[in-house]
Nanobody
Framework: QVQPEESGGGSVQAGGSLTLSCAVS????????MAWYRQAPGKERELVSR???????SYADSVKGRFTISQDNAKNTLYLRMNSLKTEDTAVYYC??????????????WGQGTQVTVSS
């Protein structure tokens, strides 16, 4: 079990920045894709950014150029740097370890989520 644990959420004004962190319990970055998802009130959970086990990175169109995903293998920690935040970025952000060919988990392993609130 990966047991992702997010931290770093909070309240910020539009245009501000936050960095989310996700600590995992085991060395998995070379075998599992890691991702950040978010869920706003009344909306479905959506993918924000993903880094695959080979290092390939992708972003949702809505955050391209503003958010940066990264990982520190030595610290078993995934990050999401969020710049130029908008009110529509307000959501609960979840860290996830995703199963794959090199990562034989039965399902996505979710963190508990961290709230990000952006005010105008």
């Amino acid at each position: 079990q990966v047991q992702p644990e997010e931290s770093g959420g909070g309240s910020v004004q539009a245009g501000g920045s936050l960095t989310l962190s996700c600590a995992v319990s085991v060395h998995i970055f070379s075998s599992c894709a890691m991702a950040w998802y978010r869920q706003a009130p009344g909306k479905e959970r959506e993918l924000v950014s993903r880094v695959s086990s080979d290092g390939t990175i992708s972003y949702a169109d809505s955050v391209k150029g503003r958010f940066t995903i990264s990982q520190d293998n030595a610290k078993n920690t995934l990050y999401l740097r969020m710049n130029s935040l908008k009110t529509e970025d307000t959501a609960v952000y979840y860290c996830a370890a995703e199963p794959g060919r090199l990562c034989p988990m039965p399902d996505i392993d979710w963190g508990q989520g961290t709230q990000v609130t952006v005010s105008s």
